[in-house]
């Protein structure tokens, strides 16, 4: 599993059934963390196909859990989780 930061236009929703089976965690809208054993550019790919066409849209892989704050509810927990002991994270950013 890879942690990808994806910012695409806020006023674009994104498919929900195109992107349901992503581990995901919407910090603000249209500012997401992804947890997900795609690779950078299938994800981005994946994300893209379920937007709106000509939707602005940056995919960027994180080394570890940004910190941040003001974010929506839970965030701060959802992130943590990816970094507790026993988590296996597999950097695949192919």
């Known amino acids: 599993m890879a942690l990808f930061l994806v910012w695409h236009d806020g006023e674009s929703a994104i498919a929900e059934e195109l992107a349901a089976p992503l581990d995901r965690f919407e910090l603000r809208p249209g500012l997401t963390l992804v947890d997900s054993e795609l ?7 994946r994300i893209k196909s379920a937007l709106p066409q000509g939707s602005a849209l940056l995919v960027a892989p994180l080394a570890t859990a940004p910190k941040f704050k003001r974010m929506a509810k839970g965030a701060t927990g959802w992130s943590r ?3 507790a002991p026993g988590f296996a994270r597999i950097n695949n950013l192919d």
Request: negative net charge; charged residues 10%; glycine residues 10%.
């Open 39 to 45: 690779g950078l550019s299938p994800l981005y790919h």
């Open 81 to 83: 989780a990816l970094e």
